[in-house]
T-cell receptor, first 112, second 112 residues
Framework: DADVTQTPRNRITKTGKRIMLECSQTKGHDRMYWYRQDPGLGLRLIYYSFDVKDINKGEISDGYSVSRQAQAKFSLSLESAIPNQTALYFC???????????FGEGSRLTVL | GENVEQHPSTLSVQEGDSAVIKCTYSDSASNYFPWYKQELGKGPQLIIDIRSNVGEKKDQRIAVTLNKTAKHFSLHITETQPEDSAVYFCAARTYNTDKLIFGTGTRLQVFP
């Protein structure tokens, strides 16, 4: 089983719909992140959390919200999806000492 | 905040040749510079990293160099092989924010 699991892996939705992307990890890491990948723009940080009670905005948080339900779970929500949120979304984890990010396999979201 | 620029966006080399990818960063407080490799359909994976107290680091065919004065760092791949074909991302992390900011990525193609 993957150490960092994202669900769903693919989702097509319509403008205005609420969408939740979920991430769970078995690595025991404190820190979790949500990144967005767009062609030519690389990986951009949306939100990150250093522990269960900690939530921080990244580079592009507008239009998104997150919830850290437990150490192992970090979900990303789009309250009212719009077409320019069509992208590949990655969840990642790290511990506080080493700093290496471990990524999930990504969730491809298409907003029509 | 930190800004990371990465060049080139695409790079094609013949098998056995060397490949070099360059990145610049803006925040002089950045102290950690990893490189990630993303294969098709997968999440990025760390391949090598360097900290600000070191000028060069090697791991078999891969090396990274860091010039703190110029605020740039580079990935060098020697004796390239077809399995090196992937998207490569550089990143920088600042000591005070502990956020990892990525470059825009380089698509490397190694032709047999």
């Amino acid at each position: 089983d993957a150490d960092v699991t994202q669900t769903p892996r693919n989702r097509i939705t319509k403008t205005g719909k609420r969408i939740m992307l979920e991430c769970s990890q078995t690595k025991g890491h404190d820190r979790m992140y949500w990144y967005r990948q767009d062609p030519g723009l690389g990986l951009r940080l949306i939100y990150y959390s250093f522990d269960v009670k900690d939530i921080n905005k990244g580079e592009i948080s507008d239009g998104y919200s997150v919830s850290r339900q437990a150490q192992a779970k970090f979900s990303l929500s789009l309250e009212s999806a719009i077409p320019n949120q069509t992208a590949l979304y990655f969840c990642a984890t790290s511990d506080r000492y080493v700093g290496e990010l471990f990524f999930g396999e990504g969730s491809r979201l298409t907003v029509l | 905040g930190e800004n990371v620029e990465q060049h080139p966006s695409t790079l094609s080399v013949q098998e056995g040749d060397s490949a070099v990818i360059k990145c610049t960063y803006s925040d002089s407080a950045s102290n950690y510079f990893p490189w990630y490799k993303q294969e098709l359909g997968k999440g990025p994976q760390l391949i090598i990293d360097i900290r600000s107290n070191v000028g060069e680091k090697k791991d078999q065919r891969i090396a990274v160099t860091l010039n703190k004065t110029a605020k740039h760092f580079s990935l060098h791949i020697t004796e390239t092989q077809p399995e090196d074909s992937a998207v490569y991302f550089c990143a920088a992390r600042t000591y005070n924010t502990d956020k990892l900011i990525f470059g825009t990525g380089t698509r490397l193609q190694v032709f047999p």
